[in-house]
């Protein structure tokens, strides 16, 4: 018997044998391979090795517990009958412990930071028609650039893979991307796999490794898409050992390319109102293994220029922030290249602050009146506070919220009495004012707001990023 010390990276049948003859080894000898202080008896490569590092190998002696450990194994790895309480013919299994001393902290490296992290499972959710997908193209375009994210920060440019099983790229995921100013060289689809003569769907339950060796062979890939997530489990998506079985593939992937993994799922309907990890659809596995849930909503409130406001909030982090998010708008347009063709962006607007299901939340469940108690009460609580003058918008939500009433209430409330709010020059903020006839029911007010500003939108191709 012979040991080998192996060093991370990537590891098969071919290396194997390669290293058999290296070190004129006998076929019936074992292959131990030492990795991360963890010991496996291979082939096959343990799963987690990853695949973009240099392999090195040498002879190392069997000595203390190591020799042990080796000397305890029978060639092949088979149990001999008896040995260790297993029946004959099976294959001996060794627990692999890491001692917390011997391993070196590590930070978390981010793609965006604090809601993209390289190596890690997102999971993004929203009802249909919130936008997902053209949103996961500008995020993907942002990548492909080096482009800014909605925060203004600097995005490090790499390659993008998608696997889509809903969207056709040609007719809607590159239009997209190219109304986003993606760099369309950057950008990669699975499309299906070629065994021999025949070509079949991707099944990632089958084919993570070919797809790993092509990741590698492209180089420098920061983000995959898969669209939608759930497509990835073959069993039951409502079962979660079945999920994380499906899912696991792709994790191990991620973490072994070091890019970041984005699943993209929807909202179970009736789930208005809970926490939004819980209202994925499927298995609350999804939510589980993801490290950052993202979701997206549309028209929730109306901003304070009177337009209607779509959401993209943090619903979950195990590795960073998980609230906050961004306002957002859909864009559509003819693409310059393409006459007659058209397709939607995604256009980024002002951060947002609070919880997603706070942010998220519609109102309370509705009374005879039509409407919940908490918009009944802000209303009124508004009309009184506006009643003396015109108010800054700051001053309204400071004293609305010693008033325990929340922003989104608020803002709710000045919707349901049409209040007028109105910008105070290029640089100034927002006034509220009751409007110019305050009639008796609200229903009845005149709407006099301005009519909306377009959204700020950082340019994927802008040089000058605000930090």
């Known amino acids: 018997m012979a040991a080998v010390l192996h060093h991370p990276g990537y590891y098969d049948n071919a290396i194997a044998a390669q290293l058999r003859e290296d070190f004129l080894l006998d076929t019936d000898d074992e292959i131990l391979i030492r990795c991360h202080d963890r010991l496996f008896v ?7 090795l990853p695949a973009n590092k240099p392999v090195s190998a040498k002879p190392v002696p069997l000595d203390g517990s190591l020799a042990r450990n080796a000397a305890a194994r029978p060639a092949r790895g088979r149990h ?17 412990l890491i001692r917390a001393s011997d391993v070196t902290p590590e930070p978390i490296t981010w793609l965006w930071n604090g809601w993209l992290a390289a190596g890690k499972m997102h999971v993004f959710g929203g009802a249909p028609g919130t936008g997902k997908t053209t949103i996961s193209m500008g995020l993907a375009a942002t990548v492909t650039t080096g482009g800014c994210w909605p925060d203004g920060t600097r995005s490090i ?3 993008v893979v998608i696997w889509s099983g809903e969207d056709d790229p040609a007719d809607t995921l590159i239009p997209r991307l190219a109304l986003s100013d993606a760099d369309l060289s ?12 025949e070509r079949r769907s991707f099944d990632p339950a089958r084919d993570m490794e070919p797809l790993r060796r ?6 420098g890939v920061r983000l995959l898409i898969v669209d939608p997530v759930v497509s990835a489990i073959a069993g039951d998506s409502h079962k979660n050992a079945e999920v994380r079985r499906g899912l696991q593939p792709l994790v191990d992937l991620a973490g072994a390319m070091r890019c970041a993994l984005l699943g993209i799922t929807h909202f179970s309907k009736g789930t208005g109102g809970r926490d939004p990890v819980e209202r994925l659809t499927g298995s609350l596995a999804f939510g589980a293994l993801a490290r950052v ?95 003396d003058g015109p108010m800054r918008a700051g001053e309204v939500f400071k004293d609305s919220d010693q008033a325990g009433y929340s922003r989104r209430s608020i803002q709710r409330a000045a919707n349901a009495i049409k209040v007028d709010r109105r ?5 100034g903020g927002w006034t509220w004012r009751l409007p110019p006839k305050m009639p008796n029911t609200p229903e009845d007010a005149v709407d006099a707001r301005p009519k909306s500003l377009a959204p700020w939108a950082p340019s994927a191709k802008s040089s000058d990023c605000p930090f």
């Open 157 to 159: 440019a790499g390659n």
């Open 423 to 427: 910008k105070d020059g290029m640089k």
């Open 80 to 96: 001999q009958p008896g040995n260790d309480g297993a029946p004959a013919g099976e294959y001996a299994r060794d627990v692999s």
């Open 42 to 48: 291979g082939p096959p490569c343990p799963p987690h």
């Open 214 to 219: 092509k990741l590698a062979e492209i180089g």
């Open 293 to 387: 849930v993202l979701v997206a909503a549309k028209h929730q409130e109306e901003g304070d220029d009177g337009r209607n406001v779509r959401l993209f909030c943090r619903a979950k982090s195990n590795i960073g922030p998980d609230d906050g998010g961004f306002e957002y708008d859909l864009h559509q347009a003819e693409l310059k290249t393409h006459p007659g063709i058209f397709a939607s962006s995604v256009l980024w607007g002002e951060a947002v602050e609070g919880a997603a299901r706070e942010l998220l939340a519609t109102a309370d469940a509705t009374g005879d009146d039509g409407e919940g108690g908490t918009l009944s009460d802000a209303k009124r609580f508004l009309s009184d506070l506006l009643a």
């Open 186 to 197: 950057r950008v990669y689809f699975i499309a299906d796999i070629r065994e021999g003569n």
